[in-house]
C-alpha cells in the first residue's frame, strides 16, 4: 500500500532563517506532488505541484521554493523566513491519472519567530 | 479570486441528524469534486468524491450531491456522529490541469 511521510511534525524557526521540509511516497510510483499550506482562517492554498521529476508548477510565488530531486521526493525551501510563512504545511500525493483524490501526510507546524 | 466557496465557517448538528455542508465553484471547467475531513494537527482525508457526469454519489453514512446549473455541491452526513465532528472541505478540480483547489472549509460539530 502506498504512504506518504512528511517531516518534521513541528518547527520553530527565526525570521531570515533557511527551510527545508522533506515529503516522500513509498508505494508508488510516478505521482503527482503536491504542497499546501493551512494558514489561518484561509484554507488549504496551494502552493507548488510536481507532475514528475524536475517539473515545478508554482502557485503562490513568493520566498518559497521547490524541488523534486527524485521521483517521489519533494522538498518545500526558504532561503530566509518572513512571520508570514508561519502555518501548516501538507504535503500530498495521487496517481499520475485525472479523477484522482489528494492523499496528505500528516503535516508540518510551522511558527516563525 | 476564490474558485471554490464555503461560505459558512461553522454548522452545529445534533447527533442523529443530517448535517448538511454547501460548496459553491466559479469555474465552469471544473469537472471533478471532492470532500475531505480535517482533524486538527493532521492531514486531511478523503471522504467522497463526484464526477460532473453524475449528480450524485453515495458512500455509506455519506452523499454528495452536484448541481452543475448552480455550480453548487453539498455534502449528507446522516446520521451524524460525534466522530464526524471536524473541519470539512471541499475541492475541484479540472482535466486541464493537475491542480485541486480547495475551500476554506466548514468546521462541524456534533452535539449530543
Known amino acids: 500500500s502506498q504512504t506518504i511521510h512528511q517531516w518534521p511534525a513541528t518547527l520553530v524557526q527565526p525570521v531570515g532563517s533557511p527551510l527545508s521540509l522533506e515529503c516522500t511516497v513509498e508505494g508508488t510510483s510516478n505521482p503527482n506532488l503536491y504542497w499546501y499550506r493551512q494558514a489561518a482562517g484561509r484554507g488549504l492554498q496551494l502552493l507548488f505541484y510536481s507532475v514528475g521529476i524536475g517539473q515545478i508548477s508554482s502557485e503562490v510565488p513568493q520566498n518559497l521554493s521547490a524541488s523534486r530531486p527524485q521521483d517521489r521526493q519533494f522538498i518545500l525551501s526558504s532561503k530566509k523566513l518572513l512571520l508570514s510563512d508561519s502555518g501548516f504545511y501538507l504535503c500530498?500525493?495521487?496517481?499520475?491519472?485525472?479523477?484522482?483524490?489528494?492523499?496528505f501526510g500528516n503535516g508540518t507546524r510551522l511558527t516563525v519567530t | 479570486d476564490q474558485q471554490v466557496k464555503q461560505n459558512s465557517p461553522s454548522l452545529s448538528v445534533q447527533e442523529g441528524r443530517i448535517s448538511i455542508l454547501n460548496c459553491d465553484y466559479t469555474?465552469?471547467?471544473?469537472?471533478?469534486f471532492l470532500w475531505y475531513k480535517k482533524y486538527p494537527a493532521e492531514g486531511p482525508t478523503f471522504l467522497i468524491s463526484?464526477?460532473?457526469?453524475?449528480d450524485k454519489n453515495e458512500d455509506g453514512r455519506f452523499t454528495v450531491f452536484l448541481n452543475k446549473s448552480a455550480k453548487h455541491l453539498s455534502l449528507h452526513i446522516v446520521p451524524s456522529q460525534p466522530g464526524d465532528s471536524a473541519v470539512y472541505f471541499c475541492a475541484a478540480s479540472s482535466n486541464r490541469d493537475d491542480k485541486i483547489i480547495f475551500g476554506k472549509g466548514t468546521r462541524l460539530h456534533i452535539l449530543p
Open positions: 500530498a500525493w495521487s496517481v499520475y491519472t485525472y479523477n484522482s483524490p489528494l492523499h
Open positions: 463526484i464526477s460532473s457526469i453524475k
Open positions: 469555474n465552469s471547467m471544473f469537472d471533478y
